[in-house]
């Protein structure tokens, strides 16, 4: 018999919230620009959804094998050649997700066969082969080599994301292309010379408790940093896939709100990286972008833009700290504080 976790109530979930220091990342913040109660649900109560939209996907893979410096296993893992196919993969996967949620973890030796139990129970719920006179005869609907090796798989998983091998094939030649255009390869230092004065930052977390607003800090992983000595210029490099073109990007910057997300990074390299900029020290922001036909382009950000960029995000943060200050979150703050008027 397996117990199931005792589930916090939303009014405790809020304390826990509401008692530890916070940072709001780029992601975040957005999520609360679109839906506050989105944010609720996913920072607050931790009902998170995965979100596997093929171009996210795709943008996570070509970060993998561009930037992660030969991580791409531990993050990835392609799928099985032969898979369940409908309700059978649909009760599987769910018993995965009930062994996941076991306290303590099960031993990786745990069977598809030790989970006949929740496997009936399953069947019955979604009313699937009830029409068999015996549970006998229901489990061996359900537990066939094909699903006993695909159970298996993901216990190897763990928490990387599945990928198959024509996905894997797109973003191979994305990245070679990627690496053929010389200003993504001069951005990102895939070719630099050990006599460059140049650090190089892949991946990076970077987080200030001071540069938010009152008690929210600001933190998020920037793709790629190059701190150029010599030239005396740092420069934040975020790697984008896009499902239109690059002469629709600018547009995307606006839907996405990515100029909030240069803003944050810019803030958190200046806060980071104070012991060594001095004014005659510059931040370049750029955005490497492939698109949909396979086109790349560097998209620099000029300085008066991510001035203007900053302020919005101070707009912004205010916004964050009024639901965050009033605990609320029914609806965005224009609408919450009545200020939409048709």
């Known amino acids: 018999m397996i117990e199931t976790p005792k589930t916090k109530t939303p009014a405790e979930l809020e304390q826990e919230f509401y008692a530890k220091p916070f940072n709001i990342s780029y992601s975040g913040l957005n999520k609360l620009l679109y839906s506050p109660k989105m944010f609720y649900n996913h920072y607050i109560l931790k009902q998170r959804e995965d979100r596997t939209d093929s171009h996210l996907i795709d943008g996570k893979v070509i970060h993998g094998l561009l930037l992660n410096d030969g991580s791409f296993e531990e993050n990835f893992i392609l799928l099985p050649s032969t898979l369940p196919t409908g309700n059978s993969r649909i009760v599987i996967d769910r018993i995965q997700n009930i062994v996941k949620a076991m306290d303590p973890q099960p031993a990786s030796d745990l069977a598809l066969t030790d989970m006949n139990k929740e496997i009936l129970e399953i069947l ?9 006179k015996t549970d006998d005869q229901r489990l061996s609907k359900i537990i066939t080599e094909e699903t006993v090796s695909y159970f298996e798989f993901l216990k190897s998983k763990g928490n ?5 091998s024509e996905t894997l094939q797109r973003c191979n030649e994305a990245v070679t292309l990627l690496k053929a255009d010389n200003k993504v390869c001069e951005l990102l230092g895939l070719y630099r010379s050990e006599m460059e004065n140049i650090d190089m930052f892949n991946e990076i ?3 200030s408790d001071t540069i938010g607003i009152e008690n929210i800090g600001l933190k998020g992983v920037a793709d790629s940093i190059q701190i150029n ?21 600018p547009e995307t910057v606006n839907f996405y709100n990515y100029s909030i997300q240069a803003a944050i990074y810019t803030r958190l390299v200046k806060e ?24 790349v382009y560097c998209f620099e950000v000029s300085p008066s833009t991510l001035e203007s960029w900053d302020y919005t995000l101070s707009d912004k943060l205010v916004e964050l700290y009024w639901h965050y200050k009033n605990n609320n979150y029914n609806l965005p703050y224009n609408f919450a504080t009545s200020q939409v008027i048709l």
């Not at 019955?124 to 068999?132: F, T, V």
């Not at 990387?160 to 198959?164: G, T, V």
């Not at 005659?280 to 949909?292: H, L, Q, R, S």
Request: cysteine-free.
């Open 124 to 132: 019955k719920e979604i009313n699937l082969h009830q029409s068999l």
């Open 229 to 249: 000595h010599d030239k005396k210029i740092i420069y934040i490099n975020d790697l984008k896939t896009t499902g239109k073109t690059i002469t629709d990007f």
């Open 160 to 164: 990387r994301d599945l990928i198959d």
């Open 205 to 207: 977390e970077l987080s």
């Open 272 to 295: 980071v990286y104070k012991h060594i900029i001095t004014p005659e020290w510059n931040i370049v922001f750029n955005f490497i972008v492939i698109d949909k036909y396979n086109q």
